[in-house]
């Protein structure tokens, strides 16, 4: 079955689609997606060809993780998502626990976003999420913005503490993607509470690397936004 899905997804690809991809993914020498290789898919193709493979199981998924081949790591981890909706209490700790233990493989900013708030985040929500303080401390990019977009999962559910704990322990990251994603979970917690969102700006919005702050501010009113940019809030 393995060989079929893979058959699939390569003959889905398109060359002039993945030049496009490697760009847009960063995966030049020295940028955060270096050496990472596409095959060109749309989104909805993998999510077309993954429908047809939800039975295969946990050790299948794993060489689709191993993969250097971008799609096939999104493949799998859509297939886990699926298989994490459907699944039992148990089953839904064993495939927490496989998401962990092949954490190294969930390496670009699509691949978290596609999965931790559906499988970390849900299966962590009325759970112990020390899990989630150790990840945001860790040196590597993706396991950072884990801790923090699986947060994502809580926001939805009016829970916002440990969005704007992580959050806080996320202001002096140096790096683009971790000020995107915590611009973006605190623009989702203002969504659903305004007041929340800007008691936390009000207290750190000065200290807050620029793109971290604009994504927060973004559904603000303009006169708003200019405030906050300007430091005169």
Known sequence: M???????LEVAG???????????????PGEYGEGDIFFGIKSKQIHDIAKKYYGIGLPKIKE?????????????????DKKFKIADEEEKENIFNFYLQNIKCVNNWDLVDLSAPNIVGDFLFKRDKKILYKLV????LWE????IVSTFNFIRKDEFGDALAISELLLQDTHDLIHKAVGWMLREIGKRNEEVEENFLKQHYKEMPRTMLRYAIERFEEEKRKKYLKGEV
């Not at 398109?14 to 030049?28: D, M, S, V």
């Not at 689709?64 to 886990?80: D, F, G, N, T, Y």
């Open 2 to 8: 393995l060989q079929k899905l893979l058959k699939e």
């Open 14 to 28: 398109n060359p002039e689609q993945a030049e496009i991809l490697q760009r847009f993914f960063k995966t030049g």
């Open 64 to 80: 689709l993780l191993k993969s250097k081949i971008h799609e096939q790591r999104v493949c799998a981890l859509r297939i886990l």
């Open 137 to 140: 401390r860790s040196e590597n």
């Open 144 to 147: 950072r913005r884990i801790a």
